[in-house]
């Protein structure tokens, strides 16, 4: 896509825009501390749980053989998956887990499953 440089100001513009809006808005709007405590906690969890739900689908489908074999069940998604979850609440090492979970599928599909 050939984009002209009046154009990509503006879509430079409009992101810087909307991402201040997005952040000055509620600083305006919320002047008092929020003393409703299900609206705070909903707000401390949001963020986490949106995050899960965005990369835990995709972690199944993230490696050459869910791709190569739509078919067939992604056994290496699976096997990171299951080595993070056991390791994160097994340890809580974020590196660890990492490390692990990622060899963990990457075994996974050089011995073919």
Same mark, same amino acid.
């Given at each position: 896509? $050939? #984009?002209?440089?009046?154009?990509?100001?503006?879509?430079?513009? &409009?992101? &810087?825009? %909307? *991402?201040?809006?997005?952040?000055? =808005?509620?600083?305006?709007? !919320?002047?008092?501390?929020?003393? $409703?405590?299900?609206? =705070?906690?909903?707000?401390? #969890?949001?963020?986490?749980?949106?995050?899960?739900?965005?990369?835990?689908? $995709?972690?199944?489908?993230? *490696?050459?053989?869910?791709?190569?074999?739509?078919?067939?069940?992604?056994?290496?998604? #699976?096997?990171? #998956?299951?080595?993070?979850?056991?390791?994160?609440?097994? *340890?809580?090492? !974020?590196? !660890?887990?990492?490390?692990? %979970? *990622?060899? &963990?599928?990457? !075994?996974?599909?050089?011995?073919? =499953?």
């Amino acid at each position: 896509m $050939n #984009v002209s440089s009046a154009g990509l100001f503006g879509i430079i513009v &409009a992101t &810087a825009l %909307a *991402t201040y809006l997005l952040r000055a =808005v509620p600083l305006l709007l !919320l002047r008092k501390p929020l003393r $409703n405590r299900f609206l =705070v906690t909903l707000l401390e #969890v949001m963020p986490y749980a949106l995050l899960a739900a965005m990369i835990f689908p $995709n972690a199944f489908y993230a *490696t050459d053989s869910a791709a190569a074999f739509p078919a067939l069940p992604p056994w290496s998604g #699976v096997a990171g #998956v299951l080595v993070a979850l056991l390791l994160s609440l097994a *340890t809580g090492n !974020l590196p !660890l887990v990492a490390a692990a %979970a *990622t060899f &963990a599928a990457w !075994l996974a599909c050089r011995m073919g =499953v």
